[in-house]
Structure formats: structure tokens, C-alpha cells
């Protein structure tokens, strides 16, 4: 048996509290006091344990008991490019569990006394984030949030329009525009890639709704417009994409399989690939993804938008690769702020004094737990 | 009409003898796990319909799709045909949700659901789809048996170290019984944990090598010669075939993947499973895309009696459909009594080796309750 041989995997299903009502623009009327994340770890004979965490309840936990776990005990956690095949297969029965890659690298990272994205050939150790706002409010509101979001240091920021009629949506952009020009980056995301379109979820766009809203972003200056149409609608994403010059279509994260990137830049559908570490591929699957987007002369930006772990997972995945761009960092005051979505992390990310994200440097991904948070709201155990 | 309330119980059904599927190398596997699915409805009706899957589907519908479908009029299947397919980006595969649905359709108009759907045929004609890898003296011993039962085609599995050695089943029963049966042959190649305690992973030129020897065989498919998303090779193995259809799709999800697959020329013969791939009435939909470029659709149904049931309706109500899956493999613990121990009475042939679709309303399932809640493990009720 190696230091690395794989002995155990063990799943804390946790149910983590956010500090105020919280109203997701894609999930039209609901409130949201809390989000569930499900803790991996995985165990060595060497005693070295990986770490990674699903966005997800009970459904990734026993997946991974399932389908993942008796797969994994006495296969060496080092050789993760040899077990990768078993979270693919995983998917074919159960939830998608690529993030268990994560806490493989991250033991890996930990033998070699290293950082995932020095192990990988670092490009850069820290990355320029982007303020990802999650409610759909009003100009006035949405103005005074980004003056509070300058304030903090940011230099971009992610609105999301899901009004029924999107002529609201988009008086939010001239608004922010007129009042702070250049000094902030504007992206938007329409989340039209999936959460049940038209049922109880919101508005799905055609492709001409999209081009109509496409044009009007480019002519405000817009960076992304993420997610306009189906996350299937190769041609109708490509057709779209045609039709602009400078406002890049971005999309990704409900995609799953480096099969689905490649097929995504090979039909030409998106600028900025947005994939996440813990939702679509193992973490250095992506690294993959991310080859052939280079190839291909496009941008990869992941999604973040689950979990400090997942955070963590996916700013080392970016620090490794020349083609990133902006960081989508979660921040939405009062109900889902920073803080919430890294409460069970011992250290907080935070941006630096000119926007960006600095990576941490200890060994692995280091994810460093706030244990007696964690404990005190596991509501599940398993393996 | 509204649905009133979703439950799922997780059964744990035992086969009686050993079995040791071709897919599992030398593991004996137990039992057949389920999940029964019954959708309630304000006017007595309810739907059936079962996963493939363990508690994972019972916790994917209970997070997912119930929410979503609790209060909603079952009959606008189309409308709810979404939920499934999102509920994938974060959950278990639960497509086998549409099978209720049409479940309470058919019962509504008091047709089995063959019928609503056009009724191509009364009967389809059954393959008898071994699992087991077995000598060929033995396997020549079953297909007489399978002919004097009236099967007229069989299915076996390739999975021995050296493939070639695999041939001489085939060579066996052609020298025995001539060209009295058809011959296919399934390779598990798509997925199944490839090089972890699975099988050898064949490769391109190992595929046509086995391929060409099969057609000389007048073999009618090589099935999952290759991985299930090597959509290029697989086109480049079929292009280099005369008379050998190649066929896969079972563990392809999505009406994008069978679109994909279409449109690449991976295939002769579509394989997709109502518990497993899509919806059943979405399946619907690949079959019209295969009929328009002239392929055909042959359900996998490996798997339980109620999934049996669905593919049969669907199997007979379009015209491309050759031959259903039929799982039978005595004298294994997995025969038809045991796949259908769940329902009142097995599925069984006529005399002509035809599966008749019984002229019942839905999908005509009628359940053995008292065996069923016998071996419930656990039941999650969501109103």
C-alpha cells in the first residue's frame, strides 16, 4: 500500500445559513435562507486528506457512496488522471460528482508541498474579480450598490436580467453606465441555460429576443452576455454569436464532459467558457478545456457561484491557465454576501486594494475548514 | 386534473441464484434495485413508473422535479418534460418520470399508450439478451433451449481479455444452429468504469478488427464498441463496415446527445432507455430524427420489468424499431421471472419469439404490492 492509496471517503451533507432573505433572480419567487454544500473528504493510508465539496444535498453524497467510493479505496490517489474515468461513468447513473478531482489534486498538492496552480505551471497568483450579483433590483437600488461595490475595490460587476419585459433589465445597465462610465465593467447574465424554463422559472428568450438584447449591450458597452439561450442551442448560440462584434456571449457551467466543451467551441457557440471545478469536470479536466479553448482564441472564466471550496477549486484552475479573464467572485449584500459563501472556510477570500483575488499559498487548494462551523450545521453523514 | 402528490420507494429486490454480468467481471450481483415511482393525482388516477437507480433517484425527484410538478395538471407533458432534463445538471438522471406521465395519459383515454401514440404494431420482436459470459459449448446449449422457446435472435456480451477469444461463442452457435438465429453482440464499451475492475478498453483498430470478423459472421449489431462519446471513431469505424450496424445510446442522455450521435454518424441503431436517457414521449422525438435519416431505434431496457413495459409501448408505436430488448439469462439468478418480479405476471413471447404490448390502459402495469412492500427500504412521499 502507498502513502497515497485511497482508504476512505467520508461526506459531511451541510445545510449552511445565509444572514438575510436572499431572492435568486433564477429562481423567480423563491426565498432562500440557506444553501446546502456537501463535504468530501477523501482519506490515505499516509494520513494525508483531500478536500473538496459538491454544490449539492444528499444526492452527491450518495452518489459518491455508490458509484464513486468502492471504485476508489486502493487506487492511488496521486494517479487522479487514472481515476477520472470513474466520476465520467458516475454521471451516467447518479449526480454528477466531478468534484471529487478536486480533493485527489488537492492531496497530490499537499505530497508535493505545493499549491494546485504552482503543480500545474502557475501563470499568474492573482486574478482580477468580478462582483457577481444575484437579485434582480430596481436602477436606483442597483446604482447605490455599485457605488458601495467601487467602493470595496472591484472593477466589475454581473447584473442579472430577468424581468419579463428586459427593457427594465437593460435601464439598470445605462443607468450604472451613465453614473460611473468606465470605472466599472458591466456583465450580464440571463441564466437562460437551464433552471426549468417555463416552468415556474422565468421568461425563455428566442433567439431573436437575445440578438434584440445582444445589439442593445454591445451599443452600452457591455462585456458578457452570459447564458442567453439554451445550454443545447449550439446553432442558435452560434448564430447569435455571428451576429456581434464586440460583446462576447459567455456560457458553460450547465454543461458537463469535456465531450460538451469541445463540441460547444468546435460549433463556435460561446467567446468565454464557463465551466466549474466542482459542477462540470474534474478540475484538471477543465485544464483541458481550457487547452482547447487557447486553441480555439477563447477565454475560459468559471463559475464559482456554489461554495468557498468550490471557489478556492476554481481560482487555482485560472491562475494555471493564460486564457482567463474576469473571476466571478459571489457578493450580494445583505443575503448571500462573500462571508456567506465562504462561512466554512477558516480564511476568507477577499479581493486586494486593486480588485484582484490573490490565490493562497499553502499546498493543495488550501481549503482550510472552520470545523465547529461545519459540525455545528452538518445535517448528514456518510461513508 | 392536478398532481397531488409524488412518492418513491426504494425496493430492493433479491434474485434467487447467482448472477455474474458480463459488466461487473466477477462480481455476483444480489439483487435488482428500483425505485417505484407513483404519481398521485386529485382524480384517483396515478401514474407508475420506476428508475433504474437506487435512493439517488428517490432524492433527485424529491429535490428536483416534485417541487416542480406537485400541483401542475400531469397532461401538459410537454410543459413538465424540462424539469427532467435539468434536474440532471445538479441531480441523479430521472427520466423515467415521463413514464408516469404518460402512465395517467393512457389511463385517462383508457388506451394503452402504444395506441396514443399511433400504434405502429401490436408485437415487437424479441432478442434474448444473455448477460453472463459463458463457454461455447454452454452457450450453444442455451440458444437450442432459446429455440425450441421460440426466441429468433440472441445478444451476447464480449468481454473477455482477448476479445478474439469472444469469436469462438459466435463461431460455436453458428456452426450448431446455422443461420436459425440472429446473432448481436454488446462490447459494454460506452462506459462502466473503463480499466477499473471493468473490462479492457478496446480502441479503434481492436473495434473494426472484431467488427469485421463479426460481419463475416453475418452478425446483426456490434453494439458499444467504442466509449459513448468518441462520436468521430465511431463514425470512422462505421464508415469502414458493409453489412454490420453498429448501434449504442444507452448511456447517452439528452435529445441533444441523440442529435449529436445522429448527426456525426456514429450509428446504425439507437439505443436510448425510457428509465435511463430521456423521457419516453422525448424519446419519441429520436426516433422521428432517426427515421428521417433512415437509422433505427432498438431500446435498451436492461433493467426491471416497469422499464421493460415502457420501451415496449414506445418500441411499438414507431416504424423503426427491429427487435426489443429482452433480458433472460437462465440459469442465472436474472430471468424473466426475476426482472419481472415486480409486476403481477412476466412479460414473456409468443410462439414467433414477439413481445405483445398488453392491452391494458398507460403502460399497463399492474405491481406485485405485497412483494414490493415487502422489500421497500425506504419510501419519500412529497406533496
Request: aromatic content about 8%; some cysteine; proline content about 7%.
Amino acid at each position: 500500500m502507498l502513502p497515497t492509496t485511497i482508504t476512505g471517503v467520508r461526506s459531511r451533507v451541510v445545510d449552511l445559513p445565509l444572514p438575510a432573505e436572499f431572492r435568486p433572480a433564477w429562481g423567480r419567487g423563491q426565498v432562500q435562507t440557506s444553501f446546502f454544500a456537501t463535504i468530501v473528504e477523501v482519506e490515505t493510508a499516509g494520513g494525508t486528506v483531500g478536500r473538496t465539496a459538491a454544490e449539492a444535498g444528499p444526492e452527491a453524497a450518495v452518489s459518491i457512496d455508490r458509484f464513486v467510493t468502492p471504485n476508489l479505496i486502493g487506487q492511488d490517489a496521486a494517479a487522479p488522471e487514472r481515476l477520472i474515468g470513474i466520476l465520467r461513468d458516475a454521471e451516467v447513473l447518479g449526480s454528477p460528482v466531478y468534484c471529487v478531482e478536486v480533493a485527489l489534486w488537492d492531496i497530490v498538492g499537499k505530497i508535493a508541498g505545493l499549491p494546485a496552480y504552482k503543480l500545474w505551471g502557475a501563470e499568474k497568483d492573482r486574478v482580477p474579480a468580478y462582483c457577481a450579483t444575484g437579485e434582480v433590483r430596481d436602477a436606483g437600488r442597483r446604482v447605490e450598490d455599485c457605488a458601495r461595490i467601487l467602493d470595496e475595490g472591484f472593477r466589475a460587476v454581473k447584473l442579472r436580467f430577468h424581468s419579463d419585459d428586459v427593457r427594465e433589465d437593460i435601464a439598470v445597465v445605462e443607468a450604472i453606465g451613465k453614473q460611473f462610465g468606465k470605472r466599472l465593467a458591466i456583465l450580464v447574465d440571463a441564466n437562460q441555460a437551464g433552471v426549468l424554463p417555463g416552468t415556474g422559472g422565468h421568461r425563455q428568450w428566442s433567439v431573436q429576443t437575445a440578438t434584440e438584447v445582444a445589439l442593445e449591450l454591445e451599443r452600452l458597452d457591455v462585456t458578457w452576455l452570459e447564458e442567453p439561450l439554451p445550454r443545447h442551442d449550439h446553432d442558435g448560440l452560434r448564430r447569435l454569436r455571428d451576429r456581434l462584434g464586440t460583446l462576447r456571449l459567455a456560457g458553460g457551467e450547465n454543461n458537463h464532459g469535456i465531450h460538451e466543451f469541445r463540441a460547444l467551441i468546435d460549433d463556435g457557440c460561446y467567446d468565454v467558457l464557463q465551466p466549474d471545478a466542482v459542477l462540470s469536470e474534474g478540475v484538471y479536466q477543465l485544464r483541458k478545456v481550457a487547452a482547447l479553448a487557447e486553441a480555439a482564441g477563447l477565454l475560459v472564466a468559471p463559475h464559482t457561484w456554489t461554495h468557498g471550496i468550490g471557489l478556492l477549486a476554481n481560482l487555482h484552475l485560472v491562475a494555471s491557465i493564460p486564457n482567463s479573464s474576469w473571476f466571478e467572485f459571489p457578493h450580494e449584500p445583505p443575503g448571500w454576501p462573500a462571508s456567506a459563501l465562504s462561512q466554512m472556510l477558516a480564511e476568507k477570500p477577499w479581493i486586494d486594494a486593486d480588485g484582484y483575488l490573490p490565490v493562497p499559498d499553502r499546498p493543495g487548494f488550501g481549503i482550510e475548514l472552520d470545523e465547529e462551523l461545519v459540525e455545528r450545521y452538518t445535517v448528514a453523514r456518510f461513508g | 386534473m392536478k398532481i397531488e402528490s409524488i412518492t418513491c420507494r426504494v425496493v430492493d429486490l433479491p434474485l434467487q441464484r447467482p448472477f455474474h454480468p458480463a459488466w461487473a467481471r466477477g462480481r455476483n450481483q444480489p439483487n435488482i434495485l428500483m425505485v417505484l415511482v407513483e404519481v398521485a393525482t386529485d382524480e384517483g388516477v396515478t401514474g407508475i413508473a420506476a428508475a433504474h437507480a437506487g435512493v439517488e433517484a428517490a432524492i433527485a425527484i424529491e429535490r428536483f422535479v416534485a417541487p416542480y410538478y406537485i400541483g401542475q395538471d400531469p397532461l401538459f407533458i410537454e410543459r413538465l418534460a424540462p424539469v427532467m432534463r435539468d434536474s440532471e445538471i445538479l441531480g441523479a438522471p430521472v427520466y423515467c418520470m415521463e413514464v408516469a406521465l404518460w402512465d395517467i395519459a393512457g389511463k385517462v383515454a383508457g388506451m394503452p399508450v402504444a395506441h396514443m401514440w399511433g400504434g405502429y404494431s401490436d408485437r415487437v420482436l424479441a432478442y434474448c439478451a444473455t448477460a453472463e459470459v459463458r463457454p461455447p459449448e454452454q452457450r450453444v446449449e442455451d440458444v437450442r433451449r432459446m429455440l425450441a422457446e421460440g426466441y429468433r435472435a440472441v445478444k451476447f456480451r464480449f468481454h473477455l481479455d482477448d476479445p478474439f477469444e469472444d469469436l469462438k461463442v459466435v463461431e460455436a452457435v453458428r456452426a450448431a444452429v446455422g443461420d436459425r438465429i440472429a446473432i448481436m453482440v454488446d462490447a459494454n464499451q460506452a462506459g462502466v468504469e473503463p480499466g477499473h475492475g471493468g473490462h479492457r478498453l478496446w480502441g479503434l483498430p481492436t473495434a473494426l478488427s472484431i467488427a469485421r470478423e463479426l460481419q463475416a459472421m453475418n452478425v446483426r449489431w456490434l453494439e458499444e464498441p467504442l466509449p459513448r462519446h468518441e462520436y468521430d471513431n465511431l463514425r470512422r469505424l462505421r464508415d469502414k463496415l458493409d453489412t454490420l450496424p453498429i448501434a449504442g445510446g444507452e448511456d447517452n442522455h439528452g435529445l441533444h446527445e441523440f442529435k449529436l450521435l445522429i448527426e456525426k454518424g456514429s450509428y446504425d441503431i439507437l439505443q436510448p432507455d425510457a428509465l435511463l436517457s430521456e423521457g419516453v414521449g422525448q424519446m419519441r422525438k429520436i426516433a422521428a430524427l432517426a427515421e428521417a435519416y433512415g437509422l433505427e431505434v432498438a431500446p435498451h431496457t436492461w433493467g426491471n420489468g416497469i422499464g421493460l413495459l415502457a420501451n415496449l409501448h414506445l418500441a411499438a408505436a414507431i416504424p423503426n424499431c427491429p427487435y426489443l430488448e429482452f433480458p433472460h439469462d437462465p440459469p442465472s439468478g436474472f430471468d424473466l421471472a426475476a426482472r419481472d418480479q415486480m409486476l403481477a405476471e412476466p412479460l414473456t413471447i409468443d410462439s414467433e419469439g414477439f413481445v405483445h404490448v398488453p392491452d391494458r390502459p398507460g403502460f399497463g402495469i399492474v405491481l406485485d404490492e405485497e412483494r414490493i412492500n415487502r422489500h421497500t427500504v425506504s419510501t419519500h412521499t412529497s406533496r
